[in-house]
Structure formats: C-alpha cells, structure tokens
C-alpha cells in the first residue's frame, strides 16, 4: 500500500527556519515525483514545486521559486521542503503528494505549519 | 505559465440536481488534467485522471470531459456527500497550476 507520511505541526516564529517531510513507503521512492501544494487558511490549492527523487530534478512555481527548498534524501524515502527565513503569510496547510497517472494522486495527511511572534 | 481559470467559484444546488464545473486552460494542455474533490480538514482526493478517465472507487456520477484547452466536470445527480470544493490541476507543462477552486454548497 502507498503512503505518505508528513511530519507533524510546527509553531515558529517569523525569521526561523523549518524542515518539514514528507516519508513515502509501499513503493519505489526514485521512480515517482512528488509535489508540495500549500493551502492559505480559508483558501485554494496552490501547486508548489515537485521533486523526481531518482535524480534530484526540481521544479518550482514562480511563486514559490527562492521562497523554499525542495529535497528528496533517497536512502531514508524522504522528500522535504524548507525555509530558511519564515514569515507570517507562510503559515498554512502543506501537503506532499505522489504523482500517479499523470497527476498527484496519492496523498499526505498535511502539515500544518503556524508562523506567529 | 499556463493559467487555469475555473468556474463557477461557488454555486447551490439541491440533492439530485446536475452541477458543472469548468476550467479553461490559456493554452492548450491536450488531456493533461485531473480533477480533485477536497472536504474541510481533509486532503484533497483525485476523482478524474486524463480529463476523462474516472478514478478507481469513485462514483460514476462524476464524469469528466474535455480537451485542448476547455474541460468540464460533471456530476449528473448531487449526493449530500458531494457537497465540497473541487479543483482541477493541470500537469501538461513544466510547470503545474490548480484552477482557483469550486465550493459546491447545498441550496
């Protein structure tokens, strides 16, 4: 069975870093990308950027581009996502999310992430 | 960037009614496009994969159709647990984009 596990809520102050994951299990970690997609409170989906683990290609949403890192650490089928300087509007649901025919199809459960002083 | 526009942003409709949602795409993305519905506090769910093809357990009330750069969901008789926000994402260029959401809302 696919999954796809997500590390647990953050509470951060503005300024800090974050290292959020995303654990993949059930299926061959290099051979499927997989994508971050941000939810605003009360708001839509945002697509994010995506990883290929089995090689490292990354791409981002102009959006997004510079604003987070996007990593995959494939002895341990583990893909991230950081910051290295948070702001409040980053506070939000983070979601990672395997493509499957085509589009994201398996998911995580979310990471909430809250950036408050 | 190809920019996904959808539409309606919100509608009410009654149980049994047939609901649409479209998304148009700035250019054309052939059949690269899947469908997800999201309830409060859940991750997202793909219902429509390839603009057509329903996914494996979902009801075959929802149907998609479309290609190039117009697609439509459709759900042909509306159950009380439909009633949430549905998005398309489409996936043909470098770079991906979800429509900005559809709240379907019991009238």
């Known amino acids: 069975e696919v999954q796809l596990v997500q590390s647990g809520a953050e509470v951060k102050k503005p300024g800090e870093s974050l290292k959020i994951s995303c654990k993949g299990s059930?299926?061959?970690?290099?051979?499927?990308?997989i994508g971050w997609v941000r939810q605003m409170p009360g708001k839509g989906l945002e697509w994010m950027g995506i990883?290929?683990?089995?090689?490292?290609?990354?791409r981002y949403s102009p959006s997004f581009q510079g604003q987070v890192t996007i990593s995959a650490d494939k002895s341990i089928s583990t893909a991230y996502l950081q910051w290295s300087s948070l702001k409040a509007s980053d506070t939000a649901m983070y979601y990672c999310?395997?493509?499957?025919?085509?589009?994201?199809?398996?998911w995580g459960q979310g990471t909430l992430v809250t950036v408050s002083s | 960037d190809i920019q996904m526009t959808q539409s309606p942003s919100s509608l009410s409709a009654s149980v049994g009614d047939r609901v649409t949602i479209t998304c148009r795409a700035s250019?054309?993305?052939?059949?690269?496009l899947g469908w997800y519905q999201q309830k409060p506090g859940k991750a997202p769910k793909r219902l429509i994969y390839?603009?057509?093809s329903l996914q494996s357990g979902v009801p075959s009330r929802f149907s998609g159709s479309g290609s190039g750069t117009e697609f439509t969901l459709t759900i042909s008789s509306l159950q009380p647990e439909d009633f949430a926000t549905y998005y398309c994402?489409?996936?043909?260029?470098?770079?991906?984009?979800f429509g900005q959401g559809t709240k379907v809302e019991i009238k």
């Open positions: 999310a395997r493509r499957s025919e085509g589009s994201l199809y398996y």
């Open positions: 059930g299926y061959t970690f290099t051979n499927y990308w």
């Open positions: 990883i290929y683990p089995g090689d490292s290609d990354t």
């Open positions: 250019q054309g993305i052939r059949n690269d």
């Open positions: 390839a603009a057509s």
């Open positions: 994402l489409q996936h043909n260029s470098y770079l991906w984009t």
